[in-house]
């Protein structure tokens, strides 16, 4: 008789922080396994929604501040992004810059792939020198890029995700990997009207409810799971302090979520906490950059001042008295 086929393990790291987050009080999912092959799908669809302005707001301000950028940053720097994706909103910054060097990081190989066909014809001449890895963990930047100064690129207001404290370890280790004499481009979403900000995350179409959602359904799909996806709704609305949109899975009627030995009851009215983006005004992005050994160059806006590009430089670590 054949052996049975081994137990499928689904996940392992989605496993231990689901039973970790569920344990705690409030309950909380990490906002990063939002992204299998359906939350990547549903996010790029949500940056092109009439509601969702940070994508096109931000690509609109490096169209036009391209140049300006160009001259701030000097020549020869080669282009280091975190979190790469399609690389979409990099080929005008690569082209002002005439850069001859693009360093993409990002976890997902099919996305680096994708992005070095598409700069192939955006940025012919570039050389393109793909990191497969989480710009969270530990990866070396290529040895190619040793006779260039580097200029991180960090798009996308992702660091608004990140509470403040972790917002500047992550700063402080892209400064530490970057070097002394790397300066650093990066995308703040600001604050602003709460009801424009609620309306990005909670869009008509109820795209963005589908990728809060899905979060669910790929939990579902993992062995032994137990759960009730149409149990929960999506919610989000604007917090001030602590100044940030939060999305949740709010739970409609008791339900249970069963996963590796635990079982976690909800009643109706209790969330589950997926998401932070967090909003800084101009002066809020200055202390941050500061706080985390960087120093603020200068700094681009669209005409409403809804979003901010920011360019740093590596602040010498020198003792303060």
Known sequence: ?????????????LRAAVVAGLSQRPRIIPARYFYDQRGSQLFEAI??????YPTRTEIGILQEAAPAIARAVGPGRAVVEFGSGSSAKTPPLLRALESDLY??????????AGAVAMLAEAAPGVAIHPVAADFLGDWEVPEESERHPLLGFFPGSTIGNMGPSAAVDLLRRFRARL????????????????AVLEAAYNDAAGVTAAFNLNLLARLAAEPGAEVEPD???????????????????????????????????????????????????AHEA?????????????????????????LWRAAPDTLEP
Do not use: C, Q
């Open 1 to 13: 008789m054949a052996d049975a086929a081994p137990a499928r393990l689904g996940d392992p790291a």
């Open 47 to 52: 940056t092109r929604l009439p509601e969702y």
């Open 103 to 112: 360093i993409p990081v990002d976890i997902s190989p099919a996305a680096l």
């Open 179 to 194: 070097g002394d004499d790397a300066m650093f481009l990066i995308g703040i979403d600001r604050r602003k009207d709460p």
């Open 231 to 281: 149990a929960f709704v999506h919610r989000a609305w604007w917090r001030d302090p602590p100044g940030r949109v939060e999305m949740h899975l709010e739970a409609v009627r008791p339900t249970v979520i069963a996963l590796d030995g635990h079982r976690f009851a909800l009643n109706a009215g209790e969330t589950i906490h997926t998401e932070n983006s967090h909003k800084y005004s």
């Open 286 to 310: 200055e202390f941050l950059a500061r706080a985390s050994r960087w120093e603020p160059v200068a700094a681009w806006t669209d005409a409403r001042e809804w979003f901010g590009l920011h």
